[in-house]
């Protein structure tokens, strides 16, 4: 009977068309993309605007029902996917890229709009979103922000919270709060868009963000460097953030990783001889920026790509390394932070640890950022996730670095966040969800 009740009341909402109850129209929207999560949702809706979202969140909130908020789908956490009976709230019709606004450099950005399309708006207006990666035909800008998205260009520009110059959300008994005012000073109580930054729909509904975007730098190099380990690739950073202030991104990858890439993509290798580690860097600048790439890279083992093509060629080798591990198997993806001085002696006791277990570990990520992207294929259960978090713990690093605790992680937590924490953490949902109907299960279990 509410069940009943609240199916109209959603048809009313946002028009029968947008509310999905059949499983085949719903099944897209019910699995993530690794293959990993996926449940049953109570239904899909698909509201067209801000409006809309308020009076959705306003009837979930009457019959209780609970809801998991999604956007792109290309998460990887399990946040914005069902466990089996929530609302799944699509905020892809939420697509509209505004004017840029030239003088703060700053626009605005529906939830749904993709990455792909906010860097579209900001090169037309001459300037940069300031975050990439992969997925960003896909990754919409109110995901970006739910997770504190992070990608290559974070060693540069900071991960999504320094892009959000405000934002417009709906809280869970269905009011909607606006900062969107483009005012750069604004103290004026408590920093409720920074609240929501990182809080994957566990807090409020991200509708639409004000966007800091960043000037274009239009001169770029890529280099991808050999290297005979981590710590030769740990020096290679600290020299190049000394000698080259134009400096942009710094991942890395290992040469098994690169062989399943190249295997998987039918290439050559882009480095003779094959090295153990890999450093991928790219530098940009206004004016030409090869020569303090050559400075700083003085006689490594390198292979470098000046034009657009040869750079996208080198960074395929990187960004592909998440569709060859899908193209392997169902991998336990464990995105994780630990201190750089650590790095090389974690890398080998993650090694040893998923071997012992049985399954294979496939090690890249951002090496500027201490963020290593631990992919476990042929794992039985999660004992290995737990073990390889557990070395991240012993290391003062994180359990997440960029994509999120999400319902995979969240068991975890208590590893690397403190009980003081995860008690404010719980009082802040509790303040701001207290029937706890905002995606239930992620982040706090
Ligand atoms: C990446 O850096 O490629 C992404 O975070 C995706 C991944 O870990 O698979
Ligand atoms: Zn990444």
Not at 16 to 21: I, K, N, P, R, T
Not at 71 to 87: C, D, F, K, S
Not at 273 to 301: F, S
Request: glycine share 12%; aromatic share 2%.
């Amino acid at each position: 009977m509410a069940a009943d009740t609240l199916a109209r009341r959603l048809r009313d909402i946002v028009g029968a068309g947008h509310v999905l109850s059949e499983p085949d129209l719903r099944e897209p929207y019910e699995g993530d993309w690794s293959g990993r999560f996926r449940g049953a949702a109570r239904a899909v809706v698909r509201p067209a605007d801000t409006a809309q979202v308020t009076a959705v969140v306003a009837a979930c909130a009457e019959h209780g029902a609970p809801i998991v908020p999604q956007g792109g789908n290309t998460g990887l956490v399990g946040a914005g996917v069902p466990r089996g009976g929530e609302v799944l709230l699509s905020l892809r019709r939420l697509d509209a890229v505004g004017d840029v606004d030239a003088a703060t450099a700053q626009v605005d950005a529906g939830a749904g709009a993709t990455l792909a399309a906010l860097q579209s708006a900001a090169a037309a207006a001459g300037l940069d979103a300031g975050i990439d990666f992969g997925a960003r035909d896909s990754a919409t800008v109110g995901g970006l922000t739910a997770a504190d998205a992070g990608g290559r260009r974070a060693l540069r520009h900071g991960t999504m919270r320094a892009r959000v110059a405000g934002l417009e959300a709906v809280l869970a008994d269905g009011r909607a709060i606006d900062r969107r005012t483009g005012v750069l000073k604004d103290n004026a109580g408590y920093d409720l868009p920074a609240l929501l930054v990182g809080s994957e729909g566990t807090l409020g509904v991200i509708t639409a963000v004000r966007v800091q975007l960043v000037p274009r730098l239009p001169e770029r190099v890529v280099a991808l460097v050999g290297l005979g380990d981590v710590e030769e690739a740990a020096d290679l950073l600290a020299r190049l953030r000394r000698d080259a202030p134009s400096l942009e991104c710094a991942d890395f990858f290992l040469d098994d990783g690169l062989q399943l890439v190249l295997d998987h993509l039918r290439l050559p290798a882009p480095l003779e001889p094959r090295a153990p580690v890999y450093v991928i860097v790219e530098l940009a600048g206004r004016g030409d920026v090869t020569e303090e790439l050559a400075d700083a890279l003085g006689e490594a083992h390198a292979v470098v790509g000046i034009d657009g093509t040869d750079r996208d060629r080198l960074w395929r080798l990187r960004e592909s390394h998440t569709e060859a591990i899908a193209a392997a198997g169902v991998a336990h993806k464990l995105d994780v932070g630990v201190p750089l001085d650590r790095l090389a002696g974690f890398l080998d006791a993650v090694r040893e640890t998923v071997e012992e277990a049985g399954a294979r570990a496939v090690l890249f990520g951002h090496l500027g950022d201490g963020n290593v992207h631990v992919n476990v294929l042929g794992a039985e259960g999660d004992d290995v996730d737990e073990a390889v978090l557990r070395l991240v713990a012993e290391r003062g690093g994180t359990i997440s670095a960029e994509h999120g605790v999400g319902v995979a992680k969240a068991r975890w937590l208590s590893l690397t966040r403190s009980e003081a924490e995860i008690a404010a953490m719980r009082a802040i949902k509790r303040a701001l969800d207290p029937q706890n109907i905002l995606n239930p299960g992620a982040v706090l279990a």
